[in-house]
Every structure is written in structure tokens, then in C-alpha cells.
């Protein structure tokens, strides 16, 4: 009797394993894409539920534009380093203005930002799920900017 029990629990577990796998393939979808019809086979699960995690995981983008902040920034760029720096000791923040969008920059301490304050730059990070917030994790001179 306790060896079927086991025998029984161990098919509940699995049959309920099987059941979660495909509530989630059906459930769990690109924002803004319409759910996915289910998997034929557990192969095919794995490699749809893969998919799905990998396109929910931000890409890191690369942007070019000038470091400025809001007050600074004027139709013709930025009034320059001197300008932006102090804005940013006004307390403005600073921001990414790339062909004609403000990024709004997330980590305002990130290493050699403000060095780079009224510099046209080449800017490398996560956007983040606003669409308009950005995560520095690289910055350089932009050797083709003006």
C-alpha cells in the first residue's frame, strides 16, 4: 500500500509538472505580441519557454548624442562642458539628446559621465522599460560627431 502511494504521488507531481509547463507556454508572451498556441512536445516547450526568457532580457543598445541637461540644451546642442556642469550643480540632471529624443540617464554617477558633459559621446547601456530611461554602462568621445 505505501509503495503505491508513492508510486502514485510521484505520477501526481510529474502530471502536475506538465500541467504548470503549460500554463506557462500559454501565459507567458512578448509584451505586445499575442499569446502563442502550446507546444507540441516537451522539446519544443523548452525551446519556446527559452525563447520567451530570452526576449524578455533587455539587449544592450549603443546610442550617439550629446550629454547635456534639459536646461542646457538648445536648438543648435548644448552650451557647452562649462555650462552642463553648472546646471548639474544646480541640480539638474543629466540626459542623452540623440536625433532629437531626451534619454533620461538612470545612474547619474556612473564613471566619467560628467567628464563627458557637453561632449557629443557614444553612449552603451539598457534602456529601460519606459522607453526613455537609460543605464550607462559605456561612454566614449564620439570620433564622427560634431
Known amino acids: 500500500m505505501i509503495h503505491l502511494t508513492r508510486i502514485c504521488n510521484v505520477r501526481t507531481r510529474i502530471a502536475t509538472a506538465a500541467v504548470c509547463l503549460s500554463v506557462a507556454t500559454l501565459s507567458i508572451h512578448a509584451v505586445g505580441q499575442p499569446p502563442i498556441a502550446p507546444p507540441n512536445s516537451s522539446l519544443q516547450a523548452k525551446h519556446h ?12 543598445q549603443t546610442w550617439t548624442g550629446e550629454i547635456t541637461t534639459a536646461m542646457c540644451k538648445t536648438a543648435t546642442g548644448s552650451m557647452g562642458h562649462d555650462c552642463v556642469m553648472n546646471c548639474v550643480k544646480a541640480g539638474e540632471k543629466l540626459v542623452l539628446v540623440t536625433k532629437g529624443h531626451v534619454k533620461e540617464i538612470g545612474n547619474q554617477d556612473f564613471n566619467d559621465l560628467t ?12 534602456l529601460g522599460p519606459d522607453g526613455k530611461t537609460v543605464t550607462v554602462t559605456q561612454i566614449e568621445m564620439d570620433s564622427h560627431g560634431n
Request: charged share 10%; aromatic share 4%.
Open 115 to 126: 567628464t563627458h558633459a557637453g561632449h557629443h559621446v557614444k553612449l552603451t547601456g539598457y
Open 49 to 60: 519557454l527559452a525563447g520567451l526568457v530570452k526576449a524578455s532580457v533587455p539587449q544592450e
